[in-house]
Nanobody, 123 residues
């Protein structure tokens, strides 16, 4: 069982930046593909970004490409999401996710989820 804990959410103005972190409670962190999803009020959960086990392969949802960067530090059991040029439509609860086999993508189902962290972008 992997427990994932997100942090770093908050309130930021349009055009600002935030960095989210996701810490795993297992030293086998490097065995999991990781990713971020988000869910805005009244909307379905959507894929934000994914990263493979070594960190060498990343993917992004179309709405965040060029503005968000996903990364991981396996020595610290931690994944990050650097968010820049934030827009009000980025407002959502952001969830960290882990997958044992394969990669995290818009069509794959993660095995583990964090509890989420709120990001609010004011206009």
């Amino acid at each position: 069982q992997v427990r994932l804990v997100e942090s770093g959410g908050g309130l930021v103005q349009t055009g600002g930046s935030l960095r989210l972190s996701c810490v795993a409670n297992r030293d086998t962190f490097s065995m999991y593909a990781m990713g971020w999803f988000r869910q805005a009020p009244g909307k379905e959960r959507e894929f934000v970004a994914g990263i493979n086990r070594s960190g060498g392969i990343t993917s992004y949802g179309d709405l965040v490409k060029g503005r968000f960067t996903i990364s991981r530090d396996n020595a610290k059991n931690t994944m990050y999401l650097q968010m820049s040029s934030l827009k009000p439509e980025d407002t959502a609860v952001y969830y960290c996710a882990a997958r044992t086999l394969g990669l995290i993508s818009p069509t794959s189902t993660p095995d583990y989820w964090g509890q989420g962290t709120q990001v609010t972008v004011s206009s």
